[in-house]
């Protein structure tokens, strides 16, 4: 997966092809996002769907709103699983209720 295009040329309707270049995404997906309508277009004679600049806009914000959230999570797991490796494991309780530092205490 590409990063976005951070500029590109502002028009008033983007082929397929060119928002999939913008957003970098394959054009299939863009293609699926129309055909699902998580995607605005306008057909002109019936032919190739154009993406109006206002649904691009909102497009990117969500994918841009998407990859700070899964950043998000990643580093918050990241910090988990550090605090998880770093946290002391307590000494093993025997048979009878007392630990190993309890039994080496009493020798």
């Not at 028009?11 to 060119?18: D, G, M, Q, R």
């Not at 993406?51 to 950043?71: C, G, I, N, S």
Request: with cysteine; proline share 7%; charged share 35%.
């Amino acid at each position: 997966m590409r990063e976005p295009a951070p500029e590109f040329e502002r028009k008033l309707l983007y082929s397929v092809f060119e928002v999939a270049s913008i957003t970098g995404r394959p054009p299939g997906l863009v293609k699926r996002w129309i055909y699902r309508g998580q995607l605005q277009c306008v057909r002109i004679d019936d032919e190739a769907p154009f993406v109006p600049f206002d649904a691009l806009v909102e497009r990117l914000e969500r994918l841009a709103w998407k990859r700070r959230r899964r950043e998000e999570v990643r580093a918050r797991e990241a910090g988990q699983a550090a605090a998880q490796a770093t946290r002391e494991v307590g000494p093993e309780p025997v048979a009878n209720g007392t630990s190993e530092h309890e039994r080496a205490a009493a020798v």
